[in-house]
C-alpha cells in the first residue's frame, strides 16, 4: 500500500462552531483527494441558523450526524454511539471549543487514534475554558497538528512530543480555506467589529462599556458589527451603530476587504484580518497568536481600560502614521490540509487500522 494513500480508511471529523466549519474544508478535501472517506459530525454547538446553515451551504458539506447540544453527557454519548455505528478509523478534531472536548472524549471512549488541528496554542489564562480543553485535548492525542513554531515549541516544551511520532508543524488549515485576492487598501473609516466571547458578552457592565466606546467611534468611523446571537439575546444596547445580523462567511470576507481596521475577540478574525493585510484591535488581555502581536499586525487592548475609545483611537492613529507592516510567513503556505492527510495515511499504516 502507499504510504500515503488512505483509501479504504474514513476519517472522523467533530465539529460544532463556525471557525472549525472553515477549518474543515481543507482536510476533508484533502482526505478525499488521498482516497479516504470523510464522516462530519456536527455537534449542534452553534445551533442558529444565522450561525451555521449559511457556512454549511456556502462550504457545499453536509453532516452525516447533528447533534442538539442540550446536556454534555446526552451529547457524549449520542457521539458515541453515532460514530461506532459509522466505523470510522480516526478522528479529528479542531480547535479549542467544547465541540472539541467532546469529540476528544468520544475518540478515547471508543479507543479512536485522535489527530487535533491547531495543537499547541496558549493563551496561559487558565480561567478561560479554551485554554482547558486546549490542553486536555493535546494531552491525549496521537496527531498533533502545530500551526505556528511558537506551538510546536510549547508541545515540545510540556515533554508533549515525547512518545508521540507526529507531532508537527503542518500549517494553518484558515489559511488553507482563506480566499486570496489582489491586496487593496481598506476603505479610511470602515471599521468591522466582532464580539462574542463570554467574558464581554455576558459581563453586563464591561458590555456596556464596550457598547460606549463602540458607540463613540461610531461618530467619525463606519462601525459595521454583525450581531452574535448571545448579545442578541441580552439586548442590543448601542445608540449609534446600525443593527447587523450576522453574515455568511462570503459577506464577512467582503467587508473585512472593505475595512481599514478590525475589532474584535475572535480568535479567527485576528488571522484572517492579517491574511487580508488589515490590523485588528483584539478586545482581550491574552492571545493565543501572540506572533501577530509581535509582528505588529494585532494590538492586545484590554476592554477594561478607561477612557476604552481614547485608547482605540490612538491605536488607529499610531498604525496610520507607521504605515503597513512587513508580512512574514507565520502560517505555513496553504498547504497544511495536505500535510495533515499525508500524517494520517503514514500514522494509520504504523497503527494497522
Not at 81 to 88: F, K, N, P, T
Amino acid at each position: 500500500m502507499d504510504a500515503w494513500t488512505l483509501a479504504p480508511r474514513k476519517i472522523a471529523h467533530v465539529v460544532g462552531a463556525r471557525p472549525q466549519f472553515i477549518k474543515l474544508k481543507p482536510l476533508v478535501a484533502a482526505v478525499s483527494e488521498a482516497g479516504g472517506q470523510n464522516w462530519i459530525a456536527h455537534t449542534g454547538q452553534h445551533f442558529d441558523s444565522s450561525m451555521n446553515d449559511s457556512f454549511w451551504q456556502e462550504l457545499g458539506l453536509r453532516p452525516d450526524y447533528s447533534g442538539v447540544w442540550s446536556d454534555r453527557i446526552a451529547d457524549l454519548t449520542h457521539l458515541v454511539d453515532a460514530l461506532r455505528e459509522a466505523q470510522v478509523d480516526a478522528l479529528v478534531v479542531y480547535g479549542d471549543t467544547d465541540s472539541t472536548l467532546l469529540g476528544a472524549k468520544a475518540a478515547l471512549e471508543l479507543g479512536l487514534p485522535l489527530a487535533h488541528a491547531e495543537a499547541g496554542l496558549r493563551s496561559f489564562n487558565d480561567a478561560m475554558p479554551e485554554e482547558y480543553n486546549r490542553v486536555w485535548v493535546d494531552q491525549r492525542a496521537n496527531w498533533l497538528w502545530a500551526p505556528t513554531l511558537g506551538a510546536l515549541r510549547q508541545l515540545r516544551k510540556e515533554g508533549l512530543d515525547t512518545g508521540r511520532p507526529w507531532v508537527d508543524r503542518p500549517g494553518d488549515l484558515m489559511l488553507d480555506a482563506f480566499p486570496r485576492h489582489p491586496y487593496r487598501p481598506g476603505e479610511g473609516n470602515k471599521v468591522l467589529v466582532t464580539l462574542h466571547r463570554n467574558t464581554n458578552i455576558d459581563n453586563p457592565g464591561r458590555l456596556q462599556r464596550l457598547e460606549e466606546a463602540l458607540d463613540g467611534l461610531a461618530r467619525d468611523f463606519e462601525v459595521i458589527w454583525p450581531r452574535h446571537p448571545r448579545h442578541r439575546a441580552i439586548g442590543l444596547g448601542s445608540k449609534n451603530i446600525p443593527d447587523c445580523q450576522p453574515m455568511t462567511r462570503s459577506a464577512l470576507l467582503e467587508v473585512l476587504y472593505d475595512a481599514a481596521w478590525v475589532i474584535t475577540d475572535s480568535g479567527g478574525l485576528q488571522k484572517e484580518a492579517f491574511f487580508a493585510g488589515r490590523r485588528a484591535v483584539v478586545l482581550r488581555s491574552e492571545t493565543e497568536w501572540a506572533e501577530l502581536v509581535e509582528s505588529g499586525w494585532t494590538a492586545l487592548i484590554n476592554p477594561d481600560l478607561p477612557d476604552l475609545e481614547s485608547v482605540i483611537r490612538a491605536q488607529f492613529a499610531s498604525w496610520q502614521e507607521l504605515g503597513t507592516p512587513a508580512v512574514p510567513e507565520l502560517y505555513g503556505d496553504g498547504r497544511s490540509a495536505v500535510r495533515m492527510a499525508e500524517s494520517l495515511a503514514a500514522g494509520l499504516r504504523i497503527l494497522n487500522r
